[in-house]
């Protein structure tokens, strides 16, 4: 008999009932630190007290009145989305596939109706992510996702991820977008090489087509600056956020320049709940406090001692990780046994990690975790390899 709820995932076998900062606790009182963050969703941690009370204070006010009417918060926070980013404009959704749809809407629109040959190819990278709707697994177009859901969205063509040349070579006359995530979460935390890029900047300049960045995992702090493509020095024309953006709450939202968005006037796409009022809210208080002075550089030193961290672990325990990569605070085990062995025996010892493509085992934590608390948790990461070792 099917379950209650339609059964397309494969749960871990833990009850959590209750967070805290960093830390997680199920109906038992067992205590997990959680490095998972809810898929790099709790970028401030369990119940952090300044987005509980934004959140209490909300629902005491205004819930929802939808888009037929001015949004106070939801204007609010595309300002502040505006003015620390590379944006003119911003459409809010609640999810990050919501959020790639948009942005894939607005690179067609932006080329339609000048009557020459049609513009609207986009070129996308092997092992990429973009979400479930139809739409967005056309766009990543791996055999996982796709696989009986045909007739797929046409108008994708996919490359392999690090390959300026086959990028090149895909780019015609009808291509429209380029669309890259600049680190690979799904696949297995998968950051593009050094200067791709760059090279996909000059190149959508040189053909006049727009480069599209989804920064669904990346952004939001992840990597230690506020959205991973400043590292290198590039902005694009449109780019998908959401994940860490509501800290938890459901939000996503796709930015873009004025010129990217130029098509998307009155009645070209909307959204009942995209930007309510409880969501807009939570997503201020995230940005106010990601803002502030000293954050960022926070994260990085965070990211410096887990890193190192997780080095040593993968040395100490080389019968059961391979090696370890990623960005900042976005960083991937690759796993020797099947990685969902390894994540089980580290709930075992109470300590989340994410499942990812190639058999890695993912480490998002919130973006403020203490330095004593990651020490705790490659602790317990070395518990678990140990218990793993005991077996074979
Ligand atoms: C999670 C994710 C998405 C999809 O977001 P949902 O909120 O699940 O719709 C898209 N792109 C990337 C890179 C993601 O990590």
Redesign the pocket.
């Known amino acids: 008999m099917v379950p209650a709820i339609l059964p397309t995932y494969a749960r871990a076998d833990v009850d959590f009932a209750s967070g805290k900062g960093s830390w997680l606790f199920d109906r038992d009182g067992k205590r997990y630190l959680d490095l998972g963050a809810g898929?790099?969703v709790n970028c401030l941690g369990h119940a952090h007290p300044e987005l509980v009370s934004v959140l209490k204070r909300q629902a005491e006010t205004l819930w929802h009145t939808s888009n037929l009417y001015p949004v106070a918060n939801q204007q609010a926070l595309a300002e502040r989305l505006v003015r620390k980013t590379f944006a003119d404009t911003v459409f809010f959704t609640n999810?990050?596939?919501?959020?790639?749809e948009c942005a894939v809407k607005m690179a067609r629109k932006y080329f339609a109706g000048d009557g020459g040959i049609p513009r609207n190819k986009i070129v996308t990278f092997e092992g990429?992510?973009?979400?479930?709707s139809l739409g967005?697994i056309s766009a990543a177009g791996g055999k996982k996702l796709v696989d009986g859901f045909g007739p797929l969205l046409p108008g994708f063509v996919h490359v392999p991820f690090g390959d300026i040349v086959a990028v090149e070579s895909a780019v015609d006359h009808e291509t429209a977008a380029i669309m890259v995530?600049p680190v690979?979460?799904?696949s297995g935390i998968n950051p593009a090489p050094k200067g791709f890029l760059r090279d996909l900047r000059v190149l959508c300049d040189r053909h006049g087509i727009l480069l599209v960045l989804?920064?669904?995992?990346?952004g939001m702090g992840r990597t230690g600056k506020l959205f991973a493509h400043e590292s290198e020095g590039i902005t694009p024309d449109i780019m998908?956020i959401?994940?860490g953006i509501g800290g938890g709450f459901?939000l996503?939202a796709c930015l873009a320049t004025e010129k990217a968005a130029a098509g998307m006037v009155v009645g070209t796409h909307g959204s009942t709940f995209g930007g309510n009022p409880l969501a807009c809210a939570v997503g201020m208080a995230v940005m106010d406090i990601v803002s502030e002075i000293g954050f960022l550089e926070g994260v990085q030193e965070r990211a410096a001692a887990l890193r190192l961290r997780l080095a040593d672990l993968v040395d100490a325990h080389g019968e059961v990780f391979s090696g370890v990569r990623g960005a900042g605070l976005m960083l991937g085990l690759v796993c020797k046994p099947v990685n969902t062995d390894v994540i089980a025996a580290g709930v075992g010892e109470g300590v989340i990690t994410i499942p990812a493509g190639d058999n890695v085992a993912r480490v998002l934590p919130p973006l403020n975790i203490s330095l004593q608390e990651i020490e705790e948790g490659v602790r317990r990461l070395g518990l678990a390899a140990r218990s793993i070792e005991a077996r074979v």
């Open positions: 898929i790099a999810s990050g596939t919501e959020a790639m990429s992510f973009h979400g479930r967005m995530e690979q979460g799904e989804d920064e669904i995992q990346c998908g959401a994940k459901p996503g």
